[in-house]
């Protein structure tokens, strides 16, 4: 089956440093790629979509300088969390579609967790 | 707009009992999506099930069974026979329109709680 991995799948970080997090698909193409973050006992909340080549598009009330989004192959997404402050502490989870599959196919990794201290 | 509602927010039940999990959806499209996942305290969403809005037909996988009611908008769970390994956070979700690339608006959860 289709897999996605994340890396780290755990990070602890000081206040005001920068912590990148990579969403993989192993062993298949994807062309977009979702970040979602979920609080502690809460929903996913969708961030942003990732496409490849070309700019993310944000949610409203994400910050884009704050949350940098690199997709530069078909196979890699980044989510960037720059100057990371306690409350962007949460659990980080992305998704991949299957290029050239129908829409409704998509696979999750299996999270980051960042705490900032 | 297009909403996910989950009503319970957490349910507990004693092993061996039935469970319904609820969930109403909201959209203006007519082709669309619906999923259940399982999140357990490690994090990772465990994919159960995959809806799309012209199939009505409930689906059964062993203890686990689907309801799909178009007329209330509803998508429903049931655990037959629970088990303590059952416990764990599910979520509802629906594929949002192509504006945002057909990711998935989830419900808050429901979080599940069997005891021996």
């Known amino acids: 089956g289709a897999v996605v991995s994340q890396h780290p799948s755990r990070v602890i970080c000081k206040s005001g440093t920068s912590v990148k997090i990579e969403c993989r698909s192993l062993d298949f193409q994807a062309t977009t790629m979702f970040w979602y973050r979920q609080f502690p006992k809460q929903s996913l909340m969708l961030m942003a979509t990732?496409?490849?080549?070309?700019?993310?598009?944000?949610e409203q009330g994400v910050e884009k300088d704050k949350f940098l989004i690199n997709h530069a192959s078909l196979t890699l997404s980044t989510l960037t969390v720059t100057s990371a402050h306690p409350e962007d502490s949460s659990f980080y989870i992305c998704?991949?579609?299957?290029?050239?599959?129908?829409?409704?196919?998509?696979?999750f990794g299996p999270g980051t967790r960042l705490l900032v201290l | 707009a297009q909403k996910v509602t989950q009503a319970q927010t957490e349910i507990s039940v004693v092993e061996k009992e039935d469970v319904t999990l609820d969930c109403v959806y909201e959209t203006r499209d007519t082709t669309y999506y619906l999923f259940w996942y399982k999140q357990p305290p490690s994090g990772e969403l465990v994919f159960l099930i995959r809806?799309?809005?012209?199939?009505?037909q409930n689906e059964i996988s062993g203890r686990y069974s689907w309801n799909f009611q178009k007329s209330t908008s509803s998508f429903n769970f049931t655990i037959t026979a629970s088990q303590v390994v059952d416990s764990a956070v599910y979520f509802c979700?629906?594929?949002?329109?192509?504006?945002?690339?057909?990711?998935?608006?989830f419900g808050k959860g429901t979080s599940l709680l069997v005891t021996p």
């Open positions: 809806r799309n809005s012209f199939d009505e």
């Open positions: 998704s991949a579609r299957v290029t050239g599959a129908p829409q409704e196919t998509q696979y």
């Open positions: 990732s496409n490849e080549g070309s700019k993310a598009t944000y």
């Open positions: 979700a629906l594929n949002l329109n192509s504006n945002s690339g057909y990711a998935l608006n």
